[in-house]
């Protein structure tokens, strides 16, 4: 890429700036939003940063991903249980003739108990 952005180095030198993604200026006016750019002081904090901590970092981040794919997995079962659990609620409401939950619930606990009372009686 023919951009022309230089960064000088440590030592005097300069170097192509990378492009997009590497130069503020260049990722502007590739139109990415400037809360997404890494800024140079960014880049060269990791830089200067222990290689093994980046390890530890990489390492951190590959954790919390497989945890948050967790979550989202246990989140579309509890979602389901919860479908299921609503279409019972409505379901009990209706057979009971009434809209609150609690109260459809309690009347037909009543009701199964009424059933095996008169059963053990026969």
């Known amino acids: 890429m023919n951009h022309g952005h230089v960064v000088p180095n440590a030592d005097g030198s300069k170097a192509r700036c990378g492009g997009p993604g590497f130069c503020t200026q260049c990722s502007l006016e590739a139109g990415t939003p400037p809360e997404k750019i890494i800024s140079q002081s960014q880049i060269k904090r990791i830089q200067a940063t222990n290689p093994m901590k ?18 989202r997995h246990e989140n579309a079962c509890l979602n389901l249980k919860l479908e299921q659990a609503e279409s019972l609620i409505k ?11 609690a109260e459809a619930c309690r009347i037909v ?13 026969k």
């Open 54 to 71: 980046l390890l530890e970092i990489v390492e951190e981040i590959d954790r919390l991903r497989d945890s948050v794919h967790s979550m």
């Open 109 to 121: 606990i009543r009701k199964c108990g009424e059933y095996f009372e008169g059963e053990a009686l």
């Open 91 to 101: 379901s009990l409401s209706a057979y009971c003739g009434h809209p609150d939950a």
